[in-house]
């Protein structure tokens, strides 16, 4: 016999559980085991006001961007209509069912404000690794290193072309770039300039990926250890290579000293195979680096490369394929290279008029029986 349903007046009371309708194989019960959220509260009780309106709890926060994380859902105004109406987030969020979800403005002022001065984000990265390490995940012997590209959401057609174009005063992001010019892993990462800087993300590199156009982006660098790739450390950089590979060495360091894991091998890709890189890694720090050397000694230009030219072990001089043995050149003039024609001493050397000068000079020593065109070099 065909049911039918029935439409009733509403109970005054219903017995509903969110526990039983959470799958006991859902993704969220499954994290929900490992979460340990204990110690954020003591952690950001200094960042907080004795008196006041109580603020929402840090915690639910927490709860709800791991849910944002483990699904995919980058809007926080789209988190939170999601944690409002699914049974399971709110389950993992500890809400109940008619747990108040909280405004989403509340993210950006916490992530730009008690969340960054206390460096909470990073105090629950540091947790997790530790967790990891305590389920013995991690192998600590062999590390690889490598960036992803994060492109900024700044216009890839719109930019100024120097610092001093900027205006201090426009936003908070360009505040915070002008307080990192210095700072390695940005504004110092390199000597040379940006050929465009964004008016909205000065901070974000104007770069291209291979076989791509060029945006503004920043470097996402990654420390993982290859037993479980479990990643020890991140660090976020302008999207240039000087940057990536000081990352590198801060995270290195920055493992060694927050958990006490010295690898003894490290694998990345060529850009980090630099010289001065390599150097590090095995005077410094004792690691067996598997990188691929960064060289770019083959020429293509019709000169000689570095591999045409042979080294004399008895008198410590490279010959050339022309048998001539190879000049060090004076530091001074190493140094005016460096500065360029318009400063130093040597710069005069460098411009037209010195050499008109050192032509005058020559005609003056002529011998008398010069003809009138050497000597009307001399007037």
């Not at 959220?37 to 200094?46: D, G, K, T, Y």
């Not at 960036?147 to 072309?161: L, T």
């Not at 964004?198 to 993982?224: F, G």
Request: proline residues 5%; charged residues 30%.
């Amino acid at each position: 016999m065909m049911g039918e349903r029935r439409v009733m007046q509403e109970a005054l009371f219903y017995g509903f559980s969110l526990e039983r309708h959470v799958p006991s194989d859902h993704l969220l019960r499954k994290i929900d085991r490992f979460v340990d959220l204990s110690e954020v509260r003591a952690h950001l009780e200094p960042y907080y006001s004795e008196t006041g309106r109580p603020s929402i709890d840090p915690e639910l926060m927490i709860r709800m961007l791991i849910v944002g994380y483990c699904f995919g859902v980058r809007s926080e105004r789209r988190l939170c209509e999601e944690v409002h109406l699914n049974l399971a987030y709110r389950w993992f969020c500890r809400l109940g069912l008619d747990g108040a979800v909280p405004d989403h403005s509340t993210f950006s002022k916490n992530r730009h404000g008690r969340f960054r001065e206390s460096d909470l984000l990073r105090k629950l990265f540091e947790t997790v690794v530790a967790r990891c390490m305590k389920e013995r995940l991690v192998g600590g012997e062999a590390f690889a290193v490598d960036a992803s590209m994060i492109v900024a959401d700044a216009h890839r057609r719109r930019g100024v072309a120097k610092v001093e174009d900027l205006d201090p005063t426009s936003s908070r992001a360009v505040a915070e770039y002008l307080s990192v010019l210095d700072d390695a892993a940005f504004g110092g990462a390199s000597p040379s300039e940006p050929k465009a800087i964004s008016p909205v993300d000065p901070a974000a590199r104007y770069t291209a990926a291979a076989n791509s156009a060029a945006v503004y982006a920043y470097s996402d660098n990654y420390l993982i250890d290859l037993k479980h790739a479990v990643i020890m450390d991140v660090e976020a950089t302008t999207a240039i290579r000087q940057a990536e590979v000081g990352a590198a060495k801060t995270m290195l360091d920055r493992t060694a000293e927050q958990f006490d894991v010295h690898p003894s091998r490290l694998v990345a890709d060529a850009g980090y195979g630099s010289a001065e890189m390599l150097g590090w890694l095995v005077d410094q720090r004792d690691i067996e680096p598997y990188v691929k050397v960064f060289d770019k000694s083959e020429r293509t230009d019709g000169t000689f490369s570095r591999g045409d030219f042979a080294y004399d072990d008895e008198t410590n001089v490279y010959v050339c394929p022309g048998g001539k043995e190879l000049k060090k050149v004076p530091p001074q003039l190493l140094e005016a290279a460096r500065r360029g024609p318009d400063e130093g001493r040597h710069a005069p050397l460098l411009r037209p008029e010195a050499r008109l000068r050192r032509l005058r000079a020559q005609a003056k020593m002529l011998p008398e029986h010069a003809g009138p065109q050497d000597r009307a070099l001399g007037s």
